[in-house]
């Protein structure tokens, strides 16, 4: 069982934070909450190995983990990328232009529901078989009934393209993006940052959701960039690493994720703290960034005294149990971690 993160958050010695980092050439002074950082993802995936070898609760005694949701310490370990994955990228047609659509699909509306849907009414969900009319008959049906299309994990702004709903508007974007290059352009990136760039180009694509998008893209076999190349924090990202490192770290985000990345190993075993990863995977730039988010909200009731950037003080979550969420880890075959 996972031991109780509070007993150790007022530690002294070897378990205190250490006095100065440097990173990107500023010295930076870690508070409390970097070490609760450590702490907080050793005990996550220890909750999540505990869940997915199906042992019986309690998988922690740690009251904030136990009452609150937090996302795994491995994005493509969450439910919604493990349905993508396996659901949506790795099933059905192989063809670049199949997959890229399928997958801008999905995570637009980013709601499992929304794709059974989808799938339930028109068949196979490809573009070479795409019509406006078709998708935006079953969507609006779905809205007349009062049937939520979208998760409330990450909102995609609707673009501004001549509609008069949110969700036809969003089809009008992926419209857009096929045919005017994108699947081709994100093929042919040299970098990580190149492909993000082709997203970033188009409208209510900002910086965070154009990341996120050439994470998911990334995962198809297609593609096969390093989840080391390249990361851009998210506001709950940049409230994360506030706590950590208070606002002298402010405008050098990008270079802290990395620096976290870079020097795991060391700090897992300075705080004494078992980490073997997802099956021998270390964390990636990705991961480090998706903890900051989940630290930042672990930190409103762990260390109410530090301060992010936003403001919030509780966590609005709560854990529920649900075991339809219950599946066999899946991931891109190319990782090599399928058995």
């Known amino acids: 069982m996972v031991t109780l993160l509070q007993d150790r958050l007022t530690a002294s010695g070897q378990d205190a934070p250490p006095g100065r980092v440097r990173v990107a050439g500023r010295e930076l002074r870690p508070t409390p909450v970097f070490d609760t950082y450590w702490r907080f993802a050793a005990a996550r995936q220890a909750v999540y190995e505990a869940r997915l070898e199906g042992r019986e609760q309690p998988w922690t005694n740690d009251p904030i983990l136990a009452r609150h949701r937090f996302t795994n310490c491995y994005r493509a370990a969450d439910r919604v990328s493990q349905a993508l994955i396996a659901d949506v990228i790795y099933s059905g047609p192989q063809a670049w232009e199949e997959v890229f659509f399928r997958t801008l699909l999905f995570k637009i509306f980013n709601k499992e529901s929304t794709w059974r849907l989808l799938s339930r009414e028109l068949g196979e969900v490809c573009w070479s078989g795409y019509t406006f009319a078709a998708y935006d008959r079953v969507l609006s049906a779905a809205f007349a009934r009062g049937e939520r299309l979208y998760s409330a994990a990450y909102i995609v702004p609707p673009p501004q393209l001549g509609e008069g709903r949110k969700h036809r508007n969003h089809l009008r974007l992926l419209e857009m993006m096929m045919?005017?290059?994108?699947?081709?352009?994100?093929?042919?990136?040299?970098?990580?940052?190149?492909?993000?760039?082709?997203?970033?180009?188009?409208?209510?694509?900002?910086?965070?959701?154009?990341?996120?998008?050439?994470?998911?893209?990334?995962?198809?076999?297609?593609?096969?960039?390093?989840?080391?190349?390249?990361?851009?924090?998210?506001?709950?990202?940049?409230?994360?690493?506030?706590?950590?490192?208070?606002?002298?770290?402010?405008?050098?985000?990008?270079?802290?994720?990395?620096?976290?990345?870079?020097?795991?190993?060391?700090?897992?075993?300075?705080?004494?703290?078992?980490?073997?990863?997802?099956?021998?995977?270390?964390?990636?730039?990705?991961?480090c960034q998706n903890l900051f988010c989940e630290v930042d909200k672990y930190a409103r009731v762990a260390h109410p005294d530090i301060a992010g950037i936003s403001g919030r003080t509780r966590i609005k979550q709560a854990y529920r149990r649900d075991a339809a969420a219950v599946r066999a880890a899946w991931f891109p075959p190319k990782w090599g971690l399928n058995t």
């Open 179 to 287: 045919t005017s290059g994108a699947p081709e352009r994100v093929a042919e990136a040299v970098t990580m940052q190149d492909a993000y760039e082709v997203l970033l180009s188009y409208p209510a694509l900002g910086p965070f959701l154009a990341y996120q998008f050439t994470i998911d893209l990334n995962y198809a076999p297609q593609l096969a960039f390093s989840e080391m190349d390249f990361v851009v924090p998210g506001p709950g990202a940049r409230d994360g690493i506030r706590k950590c490192f208070g606002p002298a770290a402010d405008g050098i985000e990008a270079d802290v994720i990395r620096y976290m990345a870079a020097s795991q190993e060391e700090q897992f075993a300075r705080l004494g703290l078992s980490f073997t990863g997802l099956k021998g995977r270390a964390l990636q730039l990705i991961d």
